[in-house]
């Protein structure tokens, strides 16, 4: 099996670099096209053994899966410089561009093409962990077979986990992870902040408040409890967590969230 990557930017990149760990492709079974050098170059250093080509978009008629990694605004360029290449019987098209509907992709692919079948197209959305092969990747499909489905979890699970919804929840997913990963930084450098005034080192206190928010995720994770849950294992009464707590809700702490992931809907 064999994909092609069209964008070598951060994220489609990491992609790249991911896959080339995994189980389901070999380095030289993945293609990553650019205009730029640099990026290509990039990941020449990381694997040599992965193809890279900059700006020809022949390799396509080789491979089993064409994944867009571009910009949102550059879908529609993309799409009319690979029109000739697609094979609508074969290839699974993937686009990650966040914001651009299966529908407005359709449409591009029927007034380039003279073809009125569509292709097994899917939309993913991951966030920028997948460069620790940890991201969340949201993942939802159009023309696709259950076994198609299955394939394309398999192979995004290798990068972190995967879920298949439907393209209605896809913004309210993102909302959550994609966004939502920069939610978690912003308090990661609150926290960072506060350990330095009392009197930490800004990289002990940073690595402090990482591995703690690493350790209640993955409580979480394994016991699949409701935070409260565990926030009450941690809370005795009249202590200093019930403290703390008290003060992040005085100032609007959980609202904030709520108010924030429903913004970026």
């Known amino acids: 099996m064999q994909i092609v990557i069209i964008g070598g930017g951060n994220i489609g990149s990491a992609i790249a670099r991911g896959l080339s760990q995994g189980s389901f492709f070999k380095p030289n079974d993945i293609t990553v096209i650019d205009i730029h050098e640099a990026p290509l170059q990039a990941i020449k ?40 290449h697609l094979d609508y019987e074969k290839h699974i098209l993937i686009s990650i561009a966040a914001g651009i509907s299966i529908e407005e992709i359709n449409k591009t692919l029927l007034k380039t093409s003279e073809k009125t079948a569509l292709p097994v197209l899917f939309r993913m959305i991951p966030n920028t962990a997948i460069a620790v092969k940890q991201s969340v990747n949201l993942i939802s499909s159009h023309n696709a077979s259950s076994e198609q489905e299955e394939l394309l979890l398999k192979i995004f699970n290798e990068l972190g986990c995967a879920f298949l919804l439907d393209e209605s929840k896809l913004a309210t997913g993102t909302a959550l992870t994609s966004c939502g990963i920069a939610y978690l930084f912003r308090y990661v450098r609150a926290a960072t902040l506060a350990g330095v005034e009392l009197g930490f080192y800004p990289q002990d206190a940073q690595n402090m408040v990482v591995k703690t928010m690493l350790g209640a995720a ?42 924030a992931i429903k913004a970026s809907k």
Do not use: C, M, R
């Open 218 to 259: 993955a409580l979480l994770d394994n016991t699949q409890t409701n935070p409260e849950v565990e926030i009450d294992k941690v809370t005795t009464p009249g202590g200093i967590t019930i403290k703390g707590l008290n003060e992040l809700e005085n100032n609007g702490f959980s609202s904030a969230i709520v108010k």
């Open 45 to 84: 250093a990381f694997n040599p053994a992965i193809n890279t080509v900059s700006g020809n978009y022949n390799s396509i008629e080789a491979a089993d899966i064409v994944l867009l990694a571009v910009k949102p605004w550059l879908v529609k360029e993309v799409i009319l410089n690979i029109k000739f």
